[in-house]
């Protein structure tokens, strides 16, 4: 029963990662999601600082420290824990290709 369901877990995420590869939109899709307050594309209109055109390593440095709460927070804390890593690492990269 063990190695059935080892054997779905990873089938289910070899078809996650051809999901990620095939749409080339996901990571524009998955930084929409900060655009209530950090703006649309990441570029603030004041209140939240601006995302885009930041460097990956800094962006995802801030979510790490979200994470582990070595940065206090009202929301993010919570927000970056709903993502794995692999889509923090698609979000940061596309924020950082943003001009």
Not at 19 to 32: E, I, K, V
Request: charged letters at 20%.
């Amino acid at each position: 029963m063990k190695l059935k369901i080892a054997i779905a877990a990873f089938g289910i995420a070899g078809l996650i990662g051809t999901a990620h590869a095939q749409d080339p939109q996901l990571a524009r899709n998955l930084a929409a999601t900060c655009a209530n307050c950090h703006g649309t594309n990441g570029k603030s209109l004041g209140g939240m600082e601006s995302l885009a055109g930041e460097p990956k390593e800094k962006l995802m440095q801030k979510l790490a420290d979200y994470r582990s709460g070595d940065k206090p927070a009202t929301i993010m804390h919570q927000i970056v824990t709903g993502y794995t890593d692999e889509q923090l690492d698609l979000i940061t990269t596309w924020f950082a290709a943003q001009k």
